[in-house]
């Protein structure tokens, strides 16, 4: 006696179709090209969020290297570089005015960054401190800064002001934070 009461009933086989499968891979494709936009402006913010806090550090350092060993501390581009974007290193001068000594040297990696420097006083990619704490230019003034970090539609602002506070800001986003196409001083 067959006790099997499926026993004319072909079994359907375990996984899935070749049509199943391309549907699923179409539908996961279309779910990726949704997504890349959005994941790519997270990843510049948050690649332009760290440069600037890195800068912000690199300022602070220099302040108060500055200021703990009195000696004049410059901030300035990586050998060979004429802007900040590749990198920036704080320098102080060594046993003679050739020879200078290397505090910190700051390597982004990022290559869609760009590091912009406005002064008060127009000049190099070059920024000192004295050993009072005072930020100050090639010709011997006080300075105030802004540098603007920039990658792929993300900014973010880092602040210096003469007497060596340091402030952070967004553009468009904090109010008091202009856009970098504005051609005054800070």
């Given amino acids: 006696m067959d006790m099997s009461w499926d026993a004319g009933r ?13 549907a699923g891979l179409a539908i996961l494709g279309l779910l990726s090209a949704a997504a890349y936009p959005l994941f790519s402006g997270m990843l510049a913010r948050q690649q332009v969020t760290l440069a600037a806090d890195r800068l912000a550090m690199s300022l602070a350092l220099a302040r108060a290297t500055a200021l703990s060993r009195r000696i004049e501390v410059t901030l300035q581009p990586l050998p060979g570089e004429a802007t900040l974007s590749p990198g920036w ?40 401190f004295l050993p009072v704490g005072y930020s100050r230019s ?3 003034g006080f300075q105030a800064a802004t540098f603007t970090l920039g990658c792929r539609g993300e900014q973010r602002q880092v602040r210096l002001g003469a007497q060596g506070r340091i402030r952070l800001c967004t553009p468009g986003r904090d109010a008091d934070c202009e856009a970098a196409e504005s051609s005054e001083p800070p």
């Fill in 10 to 22: 072909q079994r359907a086989p375990d996984g899935l179709t070749l049509l199943e499968l391309a």
């Fill in 89 to 128: 290193q704080l320098v102080t001068d060594g046993a003679g005015p050739d020879r200078q000594v290397v505090l910190s040297v700051v390597e982004p990696g990022m290559p869609c960054l760009s590091v912009t420097l406005r002064q008060t006083v127009r000049g190099a990619n070059v920024l000192k």
């Fill in 138 to 140: 090639e010709q011997g």
